[in-house]
């Protein structure tokens, strides 16, 4: 049998922010020349589109630098494309399509001209990070993606998945077959990696054809000549290589960079022209179109970031940079074509040139080329010292004539090399000093700490400000400005322990919560310690489990939807049967008009067919928690009697509060017969027409309220099991593996005919979903069930949410994301299978029910937490310095243990319960006021001589004030607010008693 895969649910923290802008750095950029939109794709996971008025940039770079003030792009539209960075992104389709690549290990096609441009869509996925994309032209009906994995993949443009499939490591036999680089051209491919190699491989046989053999270091980038014969590399070893295809062998080796070069860009059909961006955020371009060799070519210092440069973009008259800021930079072009200026004789004319340079250049006139050494400022020649030396044997193109002496004797050789040191030695100053413009971006999130009580947390954003979160209400509670994250985290954590129920990261600059079955519902919370509106009655020391609050507020629009299709279809399927022949007389009506409810409440009654709904998202709670339990029991099978539900406190009623459930008795058979709308064969025993006593299983150790229940004789209760008289069997005290808001016991089945036998196997073929869906499958079978053995009477509603006393209402904004993700063994991480907000998960029913995992299913609808045993906690109790009696059982055993939310003070009811002799009104000299204290008014605890706080659980004290290995070892003591009196021996409750009413076991 295939291995389950996990599901996990996120939900990401909407921030307060425009449309529009990165919130992390930008690794991508494209340009569409038809519409003239830039696309940028960021590590935030986001793509976004840019309108840009090329018309505004149509002007001359030197005379005009100063005169452009005025915005040119406007932002068009983005989409969320990602759950991690965006690693590149290229046009496909004709530009009608982009294709995305993200450390999420998926590849994405957006159409940002169609119907849905909202969505990104899955064509593709690999098992670890995808860094590259290719193309061999924008018409191509398929792409190339390349990732660490050590595999390129060809995906088909419309559709129809995987094409080909290329192991590096296996093809070229090799370590490091990861694939950083990737360049298509016709059917040939080219990869590069930290192998240091590049290899071509045929798109048609997925065969390699040859490698290139030469760098030191990790290949960055590949571009490839339109006629495929020229190829070039740039590498992490400072190096761009040019390579001859035909010739299988590097002809050049291009030195301007002194760092890491990541990335290059060329429009030029033989590579000519083309820029380049290193680790150091220098951009050059590089122009050997009208040299005879590469070393005569010119390369150029255009611009200087203050980050790496991720991408370098060239469009019209400017140039595009993305790097690890999430601003996008547009620098004015240098026209490579204009004249050098000749660099000074003398180290002390070439320092005054850099001296007169530098102080030139300011903010309002950065942009415009410095003036000449010779100070007259010709703005038509190219400073001498924003000039690249292209490779280690080329001269400075401003000494060429200089350099090429008419001999070689040892002094001008000697001359040339103090020509080349001095040109090594000269500071290189940019051509552009500042951007032309920029695309601002926004601050994202990059750092974040988890506070104790496990529903705050503190982040840092890119601006270094501190904020306070709320995990639960999704909202912002407290900014600290920009301070010290470490500071402000003793501000305002607290002293208590909880559970994980959550995992919480900012790799895309947002808040993402994630939650999965395995430890989502591992946390409690006591209720009396929650900010929570004033009209909940909850019970003593309720517990409130924090990932099924979460959730059912997250969700609450799809459980009202699911809701009212419920109701549809317990009307759809129930057909009233026409009745018997022995009640056709004249006068019969032929309807029955049902009076509406004067109360907004619903109200669950044997025939009813409205699903109970909970009350998230109104303020219509139950007046106490036992009403609210028994509000939350679904309906019984109609009985001949009337069976009634306590009343809520809406309803009205004279009613008291603290009223048990009743269940009217069965009228006499007489009067059944006598009655119009009675089933002429009467019901003859209670027994056979209920379930079993059903109750509402709390959060793990709380105190159980009132559950509604029907009484069964004795007799009938040993004839039935699970599957009725004919198959009966016993159960161990765990059920399943749920804990369930009820546990039905099937009513005892007769023999069937053949027929029936025919039905029943027929329903044992339907085959459950393994998702949201198939837990409305299991319900819609339970109605089927019930008309099966009850025709004439409407299902009850199967559909049990939890109540606002058990979850009370939270209102999360309406644009908090959900994400839904199922974990691919095949890729190696999570592939997103949903994406969408809360306020539109309603109309989204029909995508969740076939997406959501059954365990979210049967925790909204059935109100059913996969079951876990309970975390203990061990401790010992002793009398502080003897002054009270022992605990300690006969033996001198004085090791407990118990839940570790329990609370301190259970512990000191506990330990008054085996020290002290209940209270007695009627003893002389009792002490009314004395005896009405609370254990916890009186006793007191200690733990590494710390009084403990009544409140604090044992989680909290082994934590935080234990905080060593074993047991945890606990003091009493009286505070002299009550005077003690020993219990009789026969006084003293049994183990099982103190179990049952502290919590606490031996």
């Given amino acids: 049998m295939a291995k389950k895969k996990r599901q996990r649910i996120s939900y990401v923290l909407p921030l307060a922010s425009t449309p529009g802008g990165h919130r992390l750095g930008v690794n991508g950029l494209a340009f569409d020349e038809e519409r003239n939109i830039l696309y940028t794709g960021g590590r935030d996971g986001v793509v976004c589109a840019w309108d840009l008025d090329l018309r505004a940039q149509k002007r001359n770079p030197y005379t005009d630098a100063t005169k452009e003030k005025k915005s040119t792009v406007t932002f068009r539209k983005q989409v969320q494309a990602h759950t991690h960075w965006v690693n590149d992104i290229i046009l496909v389709k004709n530009n009608l399509g982009l294709v995305s690549a993200s ?36 018409s191509s009906d398929w792409v190339a993606s390349g990732g660490l994995d050590h595999k390129i993949c ?125 680790k150091s955020g220098l951009v050059a371009k590089t122009d050997t179109r009208h040299a005879m060799e590469i070393d005569d070519g010119v390369s150029v210092a255009v611009c200087q970031e203050h980050d790496g440069i991720s991408r370098v973009l060239p469009v019209g008259n400017s140039v595009w940079t993305a790097t690890s800021s999430s601003s996008v930079n547009r620098w004015l072009d240098v026209d490579t074509e204009l004249d050098i200026e000749t660099p000074p004789t003398s180290p002390r004319q070439e320092r005054r040139a850099s001296l007169e340079t530098r102080n030139h250049l300011s903010p309002d006139s950065s942009a415009t080329p410095p003036p000449t050494s010779n100070g007259e400022g010709d703005k038509n020649k190219i400073p001498h010292n924003a000039v690249l030396r292209i490779s280690n044997t080329a001269l400075h193109p401003g000494r060429k004539n200089l350099g090429r ?99 919480v990261d900012t790799k895309t600059g947002k808040i993402t919560v994630m939650l999965e079955e395995n430890y989502c519902f591992d946390a409690e919370v006591y209720a009396d310690e929650l900010d929570l509106p004033n009209d909940l009655a909850f019970r003593e020391d309720q517990r409130i489990n924090l990932g099924k609050w ?22 759809t399927i129930y057909i009233q049967p026409p009745p018997s022949s022995g009640l056709n007389r004249p006068g019969a009506p032929t309807s029955i008009m049902l009076p509406e409810s004067v109360t907004s409440t619903p109200v669950v009654s044997p025939g009813s067919l409205t699903t109970p709904r909970a009350f998230n998202g109104h303020p219509h709670v139950p007046a106490t928690p036992s009403l609210a339990i028994g509000a939350a029991t679904p309906g019984f099978a109609p009985l001949s009697g009337t069976l009634t539900l306590p009343p809520t406190a809406e309803e009205n009623t004279a009613q008291s509060n603290g009223a048990v459930p009743s269940v009217q008795p069965t009228p006499p058979a007489t ?57 009966p069997m016993t159960f161990p005290k765990k059920l399943s593996t749920r804990t369930s808001t009820e546990v039905k016991a099937p009513v005892a089945t007769e023999e069937k005919s053949d027929t029936a036998s025919f039905k029943s196997s027929e329903k044992e073929e339907k085959v459950i979903e393994d998702n949201f869906f198939g837990v409305i499958q299991k319900i819609r079978q ?221």
């Fill in 103 to 138: 450390s999420d290990v998926t590849v994405k096609l957006w159409r940002p001209h169609g119907h849905e441009t909202a969505q990104a869509y899955t064509i593709g996925s690999h098992s670890d990070y995808i860094k590259c994309l290719a193309v061999p032209d924008r």
């Fill in 154 to 278: 060809l995906w088909d443009l419309s559709g129809a998945g995987k094409t080909l499939e290329i192991n590096v490591s296996k093809a070229g036999d090799v370590v490091k077959g990861s694939v950083y680089a990737l360049r298509a051209r016709g059917s040939m491919l080219a990869s590069g990696g930290p192998e240091s190699v590049v290899r071509l491989w045929d798109v048609n046989s997925g065969k390699g054809i040859t490698k290139l053999v030469g760098h030191t270091d990790n290949v960055r980038d590949i571009l490839i000549s339109d006629d495929g014969d020229t190829l070039l590399t740039a590498s992490s070893d400072q190096t761009i290589k040019v390579w001859s295809i035909a010739a299988g062998r590097c002809i050049h080796t291009l030195t301007m960079h002194n760092d890491s070069v990541w990335c290059m860009y060329s429009n030029d059909p033989n590579l000519a022209v083309f820029y380049s961006g290193d």
């Fill in 405 to 503: 002496l008419p001999n070689t004797s040892a002094t001008n050789v000697r001359k040339a090399s103090e020509a080349m040191i001095t040109d090594d030695l000269s500071l290189v100053v940019p051509i552009r000093g500042q951007p032309a413009e920029t695309i601002e971006g926004q601050n994202g999130l990059i750092k974040h700490v988890m506070l104790n009580d496990k529903k705050r947390i503190l982040t840092l954003d890119t601006a270094g400000e501190v904020v306070l979160w709320d995990l639960l209400k999704c909202v912002q509670i407290k900014s600290f400005g920009r301070r010290h994250l470490d500071e402000v985290v003793p501000e305002v954590n607290t002293t208590e322990s909880v559970a994980n129920w959550c995992a």
């Fill in 550 to 571: 979460v959730l059912r507020n997250l969700f609450s629009k799809l459980v009202d939807e699911e809701i009212a299709r419920d109701e549809a279809h317990r009307r």
């Fill in 671 to 727: 009067e059944t017969l006598n009655d119009y709308f009675s089933s002429p064969t009467p019901i003859q025993n209670l027994s056979e027409a209920s379930s079993e006593s059903t109750k509402i299983p709390l959060t793990p150790g709380a105190v159980e309220g009132t559950a509604l229940s029907i009484p069964t004789s004795p007799t009938e209760e040993k004839k039935k099991g699970l599957f009725g008289k004919k198959f």
């Fill in 782 to 1002: 339970e109605y089927e069930d019930h008309l099966d053995s009850k025709p004439d009477q409407p299902p009850p509603p199967g559909i049990t949410p939890s109540l606002p006393i058990e979850t009370p209402v939270l209102t999360p904004p309406p644009h908090t994301a959900i994400i839904i993700q199922e974990d691919n063994p095949e890729s190696g991480g999570l592939a997103d299978q949903y994406r969408g907000e809360i306020g539109d998960l309603g109309s989204e029913a029909d995508t969740l029910e076939k997406i959501a995992p059954m365990w979210l299913g049967e925790m909204l609808l059935k109100n059913q937490i996969p079951y876990k045993d309970s975390v203990k906690v061990s401790f010992v109790l002793h009398p502080y310095e003897n002054l009270l009696p022992s605990i300690a059982s006969p033996d001198g055993n004085a090791r407990l243990n118990a839940n570790r939310m329990l609370r301190a003070k259970k512990i000191m009811a506990y330990i008054a319960e085996r020290i002290e002799a209940p209270p007695d009104p009627d003893r002389p000299g009792a002490d009314p006021e004395s005896d009405a204290l609370k254990p916890e008014e009186y006793l007191e605890l200690y733990c590494q001589g710390q009084l403990v706080d009544p409140n604090t659980t044992l989680a909290t004290l082994r934590v935080h004030v234990w905080r060593t290995g074993g047991d945890v070892v606990l003091y009493y003591r009286t505070n002299g607010r009550k005077e003690l009196r020993l219990p009789h021996p026969s006084d003293v409750p049994t183990t099982e008693e103190s179990e049952e009413h502290t919590g606490v076991v031996r």
